[in-house]
């Protein structure tokens, strides 16, 4: 079973920088990639941006193209969200996901149960105004 644990949340000014880290421990050997999604507070869970590693490529929500940037370290066996010119909007917990499926989802809401494994618990990044 996959263990995912997000990190680098925190408190930073609108215009700032962060980066989050998602350490996935277990076998991967049968997914597609990591995605990032965000929950703010009393909002439904939206995706951001997603990492398909045996296709090769990236997607990102249209609230943050051109601001962020997912990447992959295998050595380190951990997926990152480069986050730039943060916004009060960003404001949200950050989780990564299992990407189980050839799909791409994009969309705002309950991702479907079935294209994605397991999950983070979250971290918290809060940009302040």
């Known amino acids: 079973q996959v263990q995912l644990v997000e990190s680098g949340g925190g408190l930073v000014q609108a215009g700032g920088s962060l980066r989050l880290s998602c350490a996935a421990s277990?076998?991967?050997?049968?997914?597609?990639?990591m995605t990032w999604f965000r929950q703010a507070p009393g909002k439904e869970r939206e995706f951001v941006a997603g990492l398909k590693w045996r296709y090769g490529s990236t997607y990102y929500a249209d609230s943050v193209k051109g601001r962020f940037t997912i990447s992959k370290d295998n050595a380190k066996n951990t997926v990152y969200l480069q986050m730039n010119s943060l916004k009060p909007e960003d404001t949200a917990v950050y989780y990564c996901a299992e990407d189980l499926s050839w799909r791409y989802y994009s969309g705002v809401g309950p991702p479907p149960s079935a294209d994605f494994g397991s999950w983070g618990q979250g971290t918290q990044v809060t940009v302040s105004s």
């Open positions: 277990g076998r991967t050997f049968s997914s597609y990639g």
